[in-house]
């Protein structure tokens, strides 16, 4: 299932907001160099989704703030997982 995530770097703490229509806010404490967000964004929906890394690709915006992510879950989990953060 492919989600678009628009992600705020530098924040206070992790956060996800779920907008509906596979669409995500995220808020990451990582800064937005070296691509150290992109990691801590894998990172965190690892946890997220309770799977691991190699589940989980950015697709497209390496370097922006909105970006497409492949998770390599079933469709019926994630929205299940996402509608808890609503």
Known sequence: MIL??????NAKQNEIFYLGENALK??????????KANQA???FLCKVFNTSKSKIDILKGTTSKFKKIQV???????????????
């Open 26 to 35: 995220l808020k990451i404490k990582a800064p937005a160099t070296e691509g």
């Open 4 to 9: 678009h995530i628009e992600v705020k770097p």
């Open 72 to 86: 390599d879950l079933r469709e019926a989990h994630i929205k299940e997982v996402l509608e808890k953060y609503k």
């Open 41 to 43: 964004i894998v990172e």
